[in-house]
């Protein structure tokens, strides 16, 4: 069985390497949002032409965006939404609640620091991490049965 995994949120460290990297040998097939900061936020304006208002700036890039996340949301079988210590993705808690409206199998990944915050988003969970080696440990258990060593 091959699971399609969309790794959503926060683009500021390295916890998607860490789960690709945990899952090699895993029948698993990664996708996820553009991760260049630059390039995610300007790809409206880059590609449609300049805004002087940043609103349909933002907009523009916004909306393409969101064709490459809702193509990888919905044909995903697992949705991991990743909350970052450091900024307020409110843009992952969306990532979340669409892949929830879907049915999607959802994993939350944050600290215990945002675990108030976000009781609502890990409560439409089927499971809440706190490190993406817990992640890692989901995915190879729903594959094969086998539990952490």
Same mark, same amino acid.
């Not at 040998?25 to 940043?54: M, Q, R, Y």
């Not at 976000?118 to 490190?131: C, F, G, H, R, S």
């Given at each position: 069985? =091959? ?15 860490? *789960? =690709?990297?945990?899952? $090699?040998?895993?029948? @698993? ?5 553009? $991760? #260049? !900061?630059?390039? /995610? ?9 300049? %805004? #002087? ?26 949705? @991991?939404? &990743? ?8 843009? +992952? ?5 669409? +892949?929830?409206?879907?049915?999607? /199998?959802? *994993? *939350?990944? !944050? ?5 108030? +915050? ?11 991490? $706190? %490190?993406? &080696?817990?992640?890692?440990? *989901?995915?190879?258990?729903?594959? /094969?049965? /086998?539990?952490?060593?």
């Amino acid at each position: 069985m =091959t699971l399609k995994v969309y790794l959503s949120g926060e683009i500021h460290t390295d916890w998607r390497e860490q *789960i =690709t990297q945990g899952a $090699t040998g895993l029948d @698993v097939v990664f996708s996820g949002p553009v $991760t #260049d !900061h630059a390039a /995610s936020d300007d790809c409206g304006v880059a590609i449609l032409g300049a %805004e #002087d208002n940043k609103f349909w700036h933002d907009r523009k890039g916004a909306q393409i965006n969101a064709i490459r996340t809702r193509k990888g949301i919905a044909e995903a079988d697992v949705v @991991v939404v &990743r909350f970052g210590e450091q900024y307020k993705q409110w843009n +992952a808690a969306f990532d979340a609640g669409y +892949a929830a409206a879907l049915g999607k /199998s959802l *994993i *939350i990944l !944050h600290g215990a620091e945002h675990a108030h +915050a976000l009781k609502e988003v890990d409560a439409a969970a089927l499971a809440v991490a $706190t %490190e993406p &080696r817990q992640v890692v440990e *989901i995915l190879r258990y729903v594959l /094969s049965g /086998s539990l952490p060593a």
